[in-house]
């Protein structure tokens, strides 16, 4: 079965350092999303991607964050400068809505931030 | 604004007995909603999804749903517990066309 595949899954990175998230999405999807679960939180909604931009972002994504698509397969969330309150698991989905309506998940990434 | 509430943070069963995990939503509208699984160091899994056509849901894994609109639940059931179903249950409403309000979970504890 197809999946939504993320890198690292694990990483540690100093406050204040640029941390750039990989995904690729599963291959004939084109809604892309970023989610997180800050740790004991609700998963919540980043930013949702369609035809090469932002199509809706939550008031969390602030201009400390981008997402890109810079090739065909990658799907790319970028935190600038990085503080203490993003550590949190990020999930990347995808979603293809010619057949139905579901939104398909990766296995996460899991920031902590020193 | 579209919201799940899940009832419960906790639930504890024994292996072979139902499972029943409640969620409540607010909706202005017909909403989609989903459960998801997570099971320990893994991704967010689609048990299933209602989007408006038959009322009882089925799901993989021998879970299903009943969305009762009178009720605005969407409760998530099983028959019989098994062991590999210990993990944490979110229920979730799709607002508007893009983004999903989860609900705050319910982790799932199977005894032998």
């Known amino acids: 079965e197809p999946e939504v595949t993320q890198t690292p899954s694990h990483q540690v990175t100093q406050m204040g350092q640029e941390v750039i998230l990989r995904c690729v999405p599963i291959s004939n999807h084109l809604y892309f999303y970023w989610y997180r679960q800050i740790l004991g939180q609700k998963v919540e909604f980043l930013v949702s991607f369609y035809n090469n931009e932002i199509s809706e972002k939550s008031e969390i994504f602030d201009d400390q964050f981008s997402v890109e698509r810079p090739d065909g397969s990658n799907f790319t969330l970028k935190i600038r400068s990085t503080k203490l309150e993003d550590s949190a698991m990020y999930f990347c989905?995808?979603?293809?809505?010619?057949?139905?309506?579901?939104?398909?998940f990766g296995e996460g990434s899991w920031l902590t931030v020193v | 604004a579209q919201s799940v509430t899940q009832l419960d943070s906790h639930v504890s069963v024994s292996e072979g007995t139902p499972v029943l995990l409640r969620c409540n939503y607010s909706?202005?509208?017909?909403?989609?909603l989903f459960w998801y699984v997570q099971h320990p160091n893994k991704g967010l899994q689609l048990l299933l999804k209602y989007t408006s056509a038959a009322t009882l849901v089925k799901g993989i894994n021998g879970f299903e749903a009943e969305f009762k609109k009178s009720e605005t639940s969407f409760h998530l059931t099983k028959p019989s517990a098994h062991m590999s179903d210990a993990a944490e249950y979110f229920c979730v409403v799709r607002r508007g066309g893009n983004k999903l309000v989860f609900g705050a979970g319910t982790i799932l504890r199977v005894k032998s």
């Open positions: 989905a995808s979603e293809d809505r010619s057949s139905g309506n579901t939104i398909y």
């Open positions: 909706s202005s509208y017909s909403p989609s």
